[in-house]
């Protein structure tokens, strides 16, 4: 089974090229492959189908040839991926695959537009930020509360008092669960300057990463609520590097590099 290692910002990710969906990719191989022990090692798998062979995603065949069939790292299937679809897009440009200036992705979470920026970075159409209101968190002893924001992938994004990168998430962080029953992406942020925020991430099937595409322009649209505005330029710093969000009116995009470092063939049996 051929393989592809990449990485947005750290985030990173196995890519399975399977473009006729002939792979049975299971819950168990993708937790073996995920394995940083006994496997590649990664945040997830991207699935990469031809959208016409996937009756979930059918609908949009006609703007999109290539479906992110997303897998977290214990195997279960998620709506969207903001740092994947970057990484996603990367690999289909650099196979030729798509154009490389601009083109659609099919996802869980709907159709995602992809540019290619001059110097390189992608940057993603995430579609408009829609919020469901406050709840709360807990996090060792400490509860935080924040905003409910669906990505395509449901969010809390918490402002909390104390330093962000010295907070201790040994232990998963509690999920609220009365918004999403299926459970959210925790985030916690620190606003540090002029539209700019450092942030974490712990995510709903992988834990704590380096970065979350999503989870950024969620980060984005609270701590703009914060400042009393609905739109601008963000900058979202993550332990894995810098994103950049930008809110306006009707949609919102996620800009940020995209890298592929490895190539292979999987031997892991199921």
Same mark, same amino acid.
């Given at each position: 089974?051929?393989?592809? *290692?990449?990485?947005?910002?750290?985030?990173?990710?196995?890519?399975?090229?399977?473009?006729?969906?002939?792979?049975? !990719?299971?819950?168990?191989?993708?937790? *073996?492959?995920?394995? =940083? /022990?006994?496997?590649?090692?990664?945040?997830?798998?991207?699935?990469?189908? =031809?959208? *016409?062979?996937?009756?979930?995603?059918?609908?949009?065949?006609?703007?999109?040839?290539?479906?992110?069939?997303?897998? &977290?790292? &214990?195997?279960?299937?998620?709506?969207?991926?903001?740092?994947?679809?970057?990484?996603?897009?990367?690999?289909?440009?650099?196979?030729?695959?798509?154009?490389?200036?601009?083109?659609?992705?099919?996802? =869980?979470?709907?159709?995602? /537009?992809?540019?290619?920026?001059?110097?390189?970075?992608?940057?993603?159409?995430?579609? *408009?930020?829609?919020?469901?209101?406050?709840?709360?968190?807990?996090?060792?002893?400490?509860?935080?509360?924040?905003?409910?924001?669906?990505?395509?992938?449901?969010?809390?994004?918490?402002?909390?008092?104390?330093?962000?990168?010295?907070?201790?998430?040994?232990?998963?962080?509690?999920?609220?669960?009365?918004?999403?029953?299926?459970?959210?992406?925790?985030?916690?942020? &620190?606003?540090?300057?002029?539209?700019? #925020?450092?942030?974490?991430?712990?995510?709903?099937?992988?834990?704590?990463?380096?970065?979350?595409?999503?989870?950024?322009?969620? !980060?984005? #649209?609270?701590?703009?609520?914060?400042?009393?505005?609905?739109?601008?330029?963000?900058?979202?710093?993550?332990?894995?590097?810098?994103?950049? #969000?930008?809110?306006?009116?009707?949609?919102?995009?996620?800009?940020?590099?995209?890298?592929? #470092?490895?190539?292979?063939?999987?031997?892991?049996?199921?």
């Amino acid at each position: 089974m051929r393989f592809l *290692k990449g990485h947005g910002t750290e985030n990173d990710f196995v890519i399975l090229p399977d473009p006729d969906g002939e792979l049975d !990719v299971s819950a168990s191989l993708v937790a *073996k492959v995920c394995d =940083r /022990r006994a496997g590649i090692g990664a945040d997830g798998v991207l699935h990469v189908v =031809r959208t *016409k062979q996937c009756h979930e995603v059918a609908e949009q065949a006609s703007a999109a040839e290539w479906f992110m069939d997303y897998r &977290n790292a &214990n195997g279960s299937m998620a709506e969207m991926c903001g740092n994947g679809v970057r990484v996603f897009a990367r690999y289909l440009i650099d196979a030729g695959l798509a154009d490389p200036q601009e083109f659609s992705v099919a996802t =869980r979470g709907g159709l995602r /537009r992809i540019r290619v920026e001059p110097g390189g970075d992608i940057t993603v159409d995430m579609g *408009k930020p829609v919020i469901h209101g406050e709840s709360v968190t807990t996090v060792g002893v400490h509860e935080y509360t924040g905003l409910h924001v669906d990505m395509g992938n449901p969010h809390l994004a918490c402002p909390i008092g104390d330093p962000v990168v010295q907070l201790d998430l040994t232990h998963q962080p509690g999920f609220d669960t009365g918004v999403f029953p299926g459970g959210v992406n925790i985030e916690l942020f &620190n606003p540090v300057g002029m539209a700019r #925020v450092v942030m974490r991430v712990f995510e709903r099937g992988s834990g704590e990463t380096r970065s979350c595409g999503t989870g950024a322009v969620a !980060v984005a #649209v609270a701590a703009a609520n914060l400042s009393g505005d609905t739109t601008g330029t963000w900058t979202i710093e993550v332990p894995g590097g810098t994103l950049t #969000v930008i809110l306006d009116e009707d949609t919102s995009y996620l800009s940020g590099p995209a890298v592929i #470092v490895a190539s292979g063939d999987l031997m892991l049996a199921e």
